[in-house]
């Protein structure tokens, strides 16, 4: 889905209705991590793995989540040697910490997001094909705010909700407002009309 849509919104509700929901939640942006810092943070360390690293080591994010939910957006990001080493946490459950000769037993559910065509990332070379088959099992497309105009009103009585108990107030929409809000072209999608909302001083 395009950005904005609310994917990670719908990951965290999968998670809530799923049998893992009292267990972890892990939301990771894969364009957000520098890639040298990727596969500590993601897979975790042993002590002195590197300079810098804690005594103690650290458990990664996939060790974390276990039990619960994994949530890897922005997936055609991932560099491609750390894809190499997911795909084989994802068919064997194991993976080792970095520094460690210890394999350690994972259990958690997967889901990931794109705004990007993943099947054109494999064309051009920046994904692989084997992990792209084992991650499209279910595939999901999150429609634009644009094709589901009918949402519009639910998700405003929320963030306004929202808004309301983060500002300590009771405001409510002038009926004036709404040819504007359902007749916008929010580029965005919902994350654009939140701001929207929150940039009228709601």
């Not at 360390?45 to 989540?65: H, I, N, P, T, V």
């Not at 922005?74 to 040697?81: A, H, S, V």
């Not at 494999?122 to 084997?130: C, M, T």
């Amino acid at each position: 889905g395009e950005s904005g849509v609310g994917k990670t919104a719908f990951a965290r509700q999968l998670h809530r209705w799923s049998r893992r929901g009292d267990g972890p939640f892990i939301e990771v942006n894969c364009g957000a991590i520098p890639d040298n810092l990727f596969e500590s943070e993601m897979f975790g360390y042993q002590a002195g793995a590197f300079s810098g690293a804690a005594r103690q080591g650290k458990a990664g994010l996939l060790e974390q989540a276990e039990g619960g939910t994994v949530f890897l957006d922005e997936i055609g990001e991932l560099p491609l040697l750390m894809q190499t080493k997911l795909l084989r946490v994802i068919q064997d459950g194991i993976l080792t910490r970095l520094g460690d000769t210890r394999p350690r037993r994972v259990d958690f559910r997967l889901v990931v997001a794109s705004n990007q065509d993943l099947a054109r990332r494999v064309e051009e070379g920046g994904f692989r094909l084997d992990l792209y088959y084992r991650l499209n099992v279910i595939p999901i497309t999150l429609p634009p705010l644009r094709d589901r105009r009918e949402d519009i009103p639910a998700l405003v009585e929320v963030c306004l909700a929202q808004l309301n108990q983060r500002y300590g107030r009771q405001k409510l929409l002038h009926a004036s407002v709404w040819p504007e809000l359902m007749g916008g072209a929010w580029p965005g999608n919902v994350r654009e009309l939140e701001n929207g909302l929150d940039r009228a001083g709601l």
